[in-house]
């Protein structure tokens, strides 16, 4: 079996694209229109709504990153997880079914749709699609870098494939998330993530049993041996510190309810009495694709202090060897193709509400019509801001890596920002003005951007996200509190009282 | 309740520890050294050096925060200015999870300054605390969400209202957005 890794890894990478082709092609038979395209007709089940709001949020990084984060900071990264339980919680009791009630009364196809809505403001449509896309094309680029990296490193290993460039594995991996967001939409975005998260679930399980079983003595076994060499590691706080965990805590968490591509997915479930069911389905899922990333950088970070295990190269590099060494070959199968559900699973969410600002909002916001034939533009502008992703985490990768970065960093810390108060808080607040709105998401892109382009660290351990989200917060906060209450909508204010 | 004026203090408290941790020295490897044997790793270094003047700052911060996750819950569930019988469920859950947070600091507190550590289910004390004491306490409020839809987030009246706001709602009114037969032609 041993001697099968490669190929057994490689078939099952294959098999899980041509699983996404086949789901691209079904999805298409049922996008007819706009609605369907980004919304999937207002027709999404329990159990497919559930799983895809925790797939499109662990990403690669819950399958990567996350790991090489416990094996460098050890139980620092755990905070992350605990943000996620509170994150979610938060996010169903704020947007669940508000955002819901508000798609359906007022045919919503996008987020800064329901926005435009809500404050009876162009502006405040037009800075949510902006915030969205900026941030989206940083994601987007960080995920199609990292599909393609994942590729090559498979792909390489092989006879066939040992020169396989870069640039050979954006265009093969680019070509499938295109061709099934394209055909299929959001439809076939929330189907492959319901498979992508399925693959997920099982291979936490599974890598938490291995883990768990290659370290003698077990989990007390890896935490005895981390301890030894460095006791904060395993503390509560890891080697981040207390500030900075809980800095992360409070960004991570409430930054949840701010995430674009999560908020549109709570818009298309079928029944609003069903999604009494989603926080379990969403809760559970995550739960136990995180034993993944938990286990696997702790064993990792045993293994190389014991001196069982040479350094590691780069902390990222913790998964994949763990799986080329520790994992029977059947389950790194598994896994590297649960990888590239992960960063898939990301990537096609963004590039649909990507494609919706693109399309469909910016040009209402500007023009106060959608385009003409607009189900054809939502394909074309699918098409064309995944080739610019793509093209952008070339140039980002031979020429100057800081751009990804940058963008990359805008995301996260940027959609909490832009659309907690606005959106999170907004929708729930009659009070709140477009004027607030459009501050606070302007603040947002102001203050994350400096951040990053002036690569400002801050004292005290506190995260750039966390300071810009406090800040939009207050100014939002504050601007209604001075302002004049506005005059609603009676039906937006109808929704508001239920 | 004044649930939002109680945000805007509690984010404006949040505001003032932030500014008094940025003005405060920062501890020589407040946010960890590079390891001193294995590259791609870092170091703790001594958390007694690190956390000791700043404990109960951040203990502040951290409550200030549970506070605010809890006020932002009751902001969702909220009905007219009501919480619908949600209010000791969730005054229970912030008491519960400032008492999982203290007890996390406390055995923090006794965690630095000792050399042995017993585990418990595989984890040092005041990790056990976090991962099996203040992470299920969040986890209620996922609990309160699905035991109390019906109750709390969305009675069947609301439901009827609901009904009732669409069945009124002219297809006119909506937002623009060239219906199928348009986008055949």
């Known amino acids: 079996m041993e001697a099968y890794r490669h190929p057994i890894i490689l078939g099952s990478v294959i098999a899980y694209m041509v699983l996404c082709i086949a789901v691209g092609l079904w999805a298409m038979r049922r996008t007819k229109s706009t609605r369907d395209f980004f919304m999937a007709g207002r027709d999404i089940g329990i159990f497919v709504t559930g799983i895809a709001i925790f797939s499109s949020a662990m990403s690669g990084f819950g399958f990567v990153g996350g790991p090489g984060l416990v094996f460098s900071l050890g139980m620092s990264s755990v905070w992350m997880i605990m943000a996620g339980v509170t994150g979610y919680a938060i996010v169903h009791f704020l947007m669940g079914k508000r955002l819901r009630l508000f798609a359906g009364l007022f045919d919503s196809v996008s987020l800064p749709d329901a926005v435009a809505v809500r404050y009876k403001s162009e502006a405040a449509r037009f800075l949510t699609a902006l915030a969205i896309l900026l941030g989206v094309m940083g994601y987007l680029a960080t995920q199609i870098l990292a599909m393609a990296m994942v590729l090559q490193s498979i792909l390489q290993r092989t006879a066939a494939f040992a020169d396989i460039g870069l640039v050979a594995c954006v265009a093969i991996s680019s070509s499938v998330l295109i061709f099934y967001c394209v055909t299929g939409g959001i439809v076939a975005s929330v189907y492959t993530d319901m498979v992508q998260g399925g693959i997920m679930v099982v291979a936490g399980v599974l890598i938490f049993v291995t883990a768990i079983s290659v370290v003698d003595g077990g989990a007390a076994g890896a935490a005895n041996l981390i301890m030894a060499d460095d006791p904060e590691a395993m503390g509560p706080w890891g080697t981040l510190g207390m500030m900075g965990c809980i800095s992360w805590f409070f960004m991570f968490s409430i930054g949840y309810a701010g995430q674009p591509h999560l908020l549109t997915k709570i818009m298309m479930i079928r029944r609003i009495r069903d999604y009494r069911f989603i926080p379990v389905v969403t809760l559970a899922g995550y739960m136990l694709t995180a034993l993944l990333w938990i286990s696997i950088g702790l064993v990792m970070r045993a293994l190389v202090v014991e001196g069982v295990h040479p350094g590691l190269s780069a902390a990222d590099a913790a998964a994949p060897e763990f799986l080329q060494l520790y994992a029977h070959p059947l389950l790194a199968g598994v896994v590297f193709a649960a990888l590239f559900a992960a960063i898939m699973s990301t990537a096609d969410g963004f590039l649909n509400i990507g494609a919706a600002a693109l399309v469909h909002d910016i040009p209402v916001a500007i023009r106060s019509r959608s385009l003409q034939n607009e189900l054809f533009w939502a394909r074309v502008g699918t098409i064309a801001l995944a080739i610019v992703a793509a093209l952008f985490a070339l140039y980002s990768y031979y020429e100057n890596q800081r751009l990804v970065a940058l963008l990359g960093a805008f995301g996260w810390g940027t959609f909490g920002a832009a659309l907690v108060p606005a959106v999170a808080i907004g929708f729930n607040w009659k009070r709140a003005t477009s004027a607030a709105a459009c501050v606070a998401i302007a603040s947002s892109l102001v203050v994350n951007f400096a951040i990053e382009v002036f690569d400002i660290s801050i004292p005290g351990g506190l995260h750039g996200g966390t300071l810009s989200l406090l800040v939009s917060m207050v100014l939002f906060l504050g601007i209604s509190f001075a302002s004049k209450p506005p005059d609603l909508d009676p039906d937006v204010e109808a929704i508001m009282d239920l | ?185």
Do not use: Q
């Not at chain 2, 505001?15 to 407040?30: E, K, N």
């Not at chain 2, 912030?94 to 007890?103: D, E, F, G, N, R």
């Open chain 2, 1 to 185: 309740m004044k649930l939002f004026p109680i945000l805007m203090v509690l984010l404006i408290a949040i505001c003032v520890l932030a500014v008094a941790s940025i003005l405060l020295p920062d501890p020589v490897g407040a946010r960890g050294t590079d390891h001193p044997e294995f590259a791609n790793m870092m170091h703790g270094g001594a958390g007694e050096a690190k956390h000791a003047g700043r404990l109960l700052l951040n203990w502040v911060f951290g409550v200030l925060m549970l506070l605010v996750v809890v006020v932002l819950i009751a902001i969702g569930a909220r009905k007219g200015k009501g919480l619908r019988g949600l209010r000791s469920p969730l005054g229970l859950t912030a008491l519960a999870s400032i008492v999982a947070w203290t007890c996390l600091v406390i055995s923090y507190k006794e965690y630095m300054t000792t050399d042995s550590h017993a585990l418990f289910l595989a984890l040092p004390a005041p990790s056990a605390v976090m991962l099996y004491g203040l992470l299920p306490v969040t986890a209620l409020l996922t609990v309160f969400y699905v035991v109390g839809f019906r109750r709390w987030i969305l009675s069947e009246d609301d439901l009827a209202e609901y009904e009732r706001l669409l069945a009124g709602k002219e297809p006119a009114e909506r937002t623009p957005e060239p219906s199928i037969a348009e986008e055949k032609r």
